[in-house]
């Protein structure tokens, strides 16, 4: 099976890169607001927080829908594993380091999570992002999300270079099932310490760095989608959820399979299906968000809304959403150490006067939407800009490195690895109920 996308059928999916992508950001707004929502209002409004469903699980359902959707297609499209990685690290790194970096130098003032481990095995998860899935928590609240994401970058790539990318239906029901049997018998990680983030760290430096240079570039490949693979269901901290999360990400490959007209929408039913019964037995839960009413209508609310602006994917959108799109990486990793930091400042504001928590919401809010705007401007638009720079230089300099049997090598750039695939925002674990402490 050759490794090039197939000719992209005249549809509205052929809409010029910028009205493709308009819809897509629009989505990661909305993603956004919902998942600043989710942490926003425990400690600001929490008389106007819903619990019939979960704002921060319907964010982060959004992102992996949009996540699933592009990237295995930017892959496709341009057909170079070395441009995509090199993009993806200058993509997600500088702003993730910054935040890291910014947490870490006001622990004085507002301490690291108690949970995350003051050791090696911190350092190598984190320098991986495979936080969540070796069971490391992360400094910032919001980049556990992160580790799924680098788990489905690794299983596409090896799928992709092996010439298996097409099957991403049945990839999506599998994991789906496996959502459901390992919610049945796993009680946690199988496998506990700090082995796992050494041993994925230095799986993940030695077989990127083969991945990027093209060295035995296929099998490094596959031996990082294995390990990826491994870590989901044997040392993560919620197995069933990282199963179903890779589930959802690759529902949302298939649903643009279909969408171009290269495979069927049955496996995206038959996924949903089997994600919304995944946590109602499992041996881990017991969080309200898994309720069967709220965990179904959270999904059915994401679901509906990626349907709803895929459906509007032609038209034009509020520029306002597709700004929110564009910073919503920014967004994401940055407002909850700065609600964190703005609530250390205030104090507890859940017993004040109501005109109060308005304006304190409303200044929060514009602090946050402030900070993202100069995060995205300064850090992640040089960040992506010299990533182009060195992928494009890449590719000049060292095409005999690439494997003869990809097709479509090149440095030719869409417009799609820009601004993209990384943001998937918090919202399950960090969870601030209506009697908890703030933290």
Wanted: with cysteine.
């Amino acid at each position: 099976m050759s490794a090039a996308a197939p000719a992209l059928p005249a549809s509205p999916a052929c809409a010029p890169a910028v009205t493709r992508l308009a819809w897509l950001d629009a989505l990661r707004g909305i993603g956004a607001l919902a998942v600043v929502a989710e942490h926003l209002l425990p400690w600001f409004l929490p008389a106007l927080r819903p619990y019939w469903f979960s704002m921060g699980v319907y964010g982060i359902l959004v992102f992996f829908l949009v996540s699933g959707y592009i990237i295995p297609t930017s892959l496709e499209r341009h057909g170079d594993v070395r441009a995509f990685w090199i993009s993806r690290i200058f993509r997600l790194y500088p702003l993730y380091l910054s935040v890291i970096a910014l947490v870490l130098a006001l622990a004085w003032w507002v301490p690291v999570r108690g949970e995350v481990p003051r050791d090696a095995s911190a350092v190598a998860a984190h320098a991986t992002m495979l936080l969540d899935v070796v069971s490391v928590g992360g400094v910032a609240d919001t980049m556990w999300t992160l580790s799924y994401e680098m788990v489905f970058y690794l299983m596409v790539t090896a799928l992709f270079l092996v010439g298996a990318q097409e099957r991403s239906g049945l990839l999506s029901m599998a994991f789906a099932a496996a959502a459901v049997v390992v919610g049945l018998v796993a009680p946690g990680a199988v496998l506990v310490g700090g082995w796992p983030a050494y041993v994925s760290g230095a799986a993940f430096v030695a077989g990127l760095a083969c991945v990027i240079w093209g060295k035995a570039r296929t099998a490094a490949a596959c031996v990082l989608g294995l390990m990826a693979l491994a870590s989901l269901l044997l040392s993560s901290r919620v197995p069933w959820l990282g199963t179903a999360v890779l589930a959802v990400m690759f529902a949302g490959t298939a649903i643009h399979r279909w969408e171009r007209g290269t495979g069927g929408l049955w496996p995206v039913a038959v996924t949903t299906a089997l994600v919304a019964i995944a946590p109602l037995w499992a041996l881990e839960g017991g969080w309200w968000w898994v309720q069967a009413d709220v965990w179904l209508t959270t999904i059915a609310l994401a679901g509906a809304t990626f349907a709803g602006a895929m459906a509007l994917r032609g038209r034009r959108l509020p520029r306002v959403m597709v700004w929110l799109g564009l910073v919503s990486y920014s967004l994401y990793l940055v407002h909850h150490p700065l609600l964190k930091y703005f609530v250390e400042i205030t104090g507890d504001l859940r017993q004040a006067e109501l005109p109060l928590q308005l304006g304190m919401a409303a200044l929060a809010v514009a602090v946050v939407l402030g900070a993202s705007a100069l995060a995205y401007r300064y850090i992640e638009r040089p960040g992506q800009a010299l990533g182009r720079r060195v992928s494009g230089r890449n590719a000049r300099g060292l095409q005999s490195g690439a494997d003869p049997g990809v097709a479509g090598q090149g440095t030719r750039h869409d417009g799609v690895l820009g601004h993209e695939e990384g943001q998937v925002p918090d919202g399950v674990r960090d969870h601030v109920g209506q009697g908890d402490a703030l933290r």
